[in-house]
């Protein structure tokens, strides 16, 4: 029919090639969207924080996920980037929020008082309603947990329970008593009203001992003799 065969076939070769280019961005979008799904890396309400960014995840998309900061701003961000980088969950914790700080104590001489004052702070925390222990998360640990299981079910369920109360560090002007332990809840208010609650209580059991807290002080030395100018 003089229809020029070879030119159809290279138009449409062309065509098909640009056509590839074109969708290549959604392509690779929707299949890391895939990826991102599989691995259920998060979920719609989780905080999550990667290298750019930190917030709530607001939408997951089959191309993009949104995600609100806590400027109140949202972010729209290709699942490509998610897909290929780090990115930390904060809402993936069953049991325990880490409460981690160090209590400055003035040097002294005094070892007895001061092991006395460390098994009173880990006495406290133990008690303390809001600090996890073995018992008094034995019911919640109970549903999920099985002794012989194949791997960490503390690790993959985000459940953290370990409590250290220890002489750490000798510092310029400080003994450094290490404190360390987890908050039962998970959520940031509740975590703040606990971990504020462990500091009064702390502050009152220094006061109630021989120990003072240390802090860094500056000491001028004016020699106001007469003789000196001369």
Same mark, same amino acid.
């Given at each position: 029919?003089?229809?020029?065969?070879?030119?159809?076939?290279?138009?449409l070769?062309?065509g098909?090639?640009?056509?590839?280019?074109?969708?290549k961005?959604?392509?690779?979008?929707?299949?890391?969207?895939?990826?991102?799904?599989?691995?259920?890396?998060f979920?719609?309400?989780d905080?999550?924080?990667?290298?750019?960014f930190?917030?709530l995840?607001a939408?997951?998309?089959?191309?993009?996920?949104?995600?609100?900061?806590?400027?109140?701003?949202?972010?729209?961000v290709?699942n490509?980037?998610?897909?290929?980088?780090?990115?930390k969950?904060?809402?993936?914790?069953?049991?325990?929020?880490?409460i981690?700080?160090?209590?400055?104590?003035?040097?002294s001489?005094?070892?007895e008082? #001061?092991?006395?004052v &460390?098994k009173?702070? /880990?006495?406290m $925390?133990?008690?303390?309603?809001?600090? *996890?222990?073995d018992? =008094?998360?034995?019911?919640k640990?109970?549903?999920?947990?099985?002794k012989?299981?194949?791997?960490?079910?503390?690790?993959k369920?985000?459940?953290?329970?370990?409590?250290?109360?220890?002489?750490?560090?000798?510092?310029?002007?400080?003994m450094?008593?290490?404190?360390?332990?987890?908050?039962?809840?998970?959520?940031?208010?509740?975590?703040?009203?606990?971990?504020?609650?462990?500091?009064?209580? #702390?502050?009152?059991? &220094?006061e109630?001992? /021989?120990?003072? $807290?240390?802090?860094?002080?500056?000491? *001028?030395?004016?020699? =106001?003799?007469?003789?000196l100018?001369?």
């Open positions: 029919m003089g229809v020029n065969i070879a030119a159809i076939v290279t138009s070769g062309v098909g090639a640009i056509i590839g280019l074109a969708a961005g959604t392509l690779e979008n929707f299949f890391d969207s895939i990826r991102v799904i599989s691995q259920d890396a979920h719609q309400g905080w999550i924080e990667t290298k750019d930190e917030g995840v939408d997951v998309g089959l191309t993009s996920t949104q995600v609100r900061t806590f400027d109140n701003a949202l972010i729209t290709p490509s980037f998610l897909a290929n980088s780090w990115i969950n904060y809402s993936r914790r069953f049991i325990g929020r880490r981690k700080f160090w209590i400055k104590i003035k040097y001489t005094d070892t008082e #001061i092991k006395r &460390i009173e702070i /880990k006495k $925390l133990e008690k303390h309603p809001g600090i *996890v222990t018992k =008094k998360i034995e019911n640990l109970r549903r999920i947990m099985y012989k299981a194949l791997f960490s079910m503390e690790d369920y985000g459940i953290r329970k370990t409590l250290l109360v220890y002489l750490d560090e000798f510092d310029e002007y400080s450094n008593i290490l404190v360390y332990a987890y908050s039962i809840s998970i959520n940031w208010e509740e975590w703040l009203r606990v971990k504020q609650d462990v500091y009064l209580r #702390i502050l009152n059991i &220094i109630n001992s /021989k120990l003072e $807290l240390a802090y860094p002080i500056q000491e *001028v030395f004016i020699d =106001k003799r007469d003789e100018w001369k």
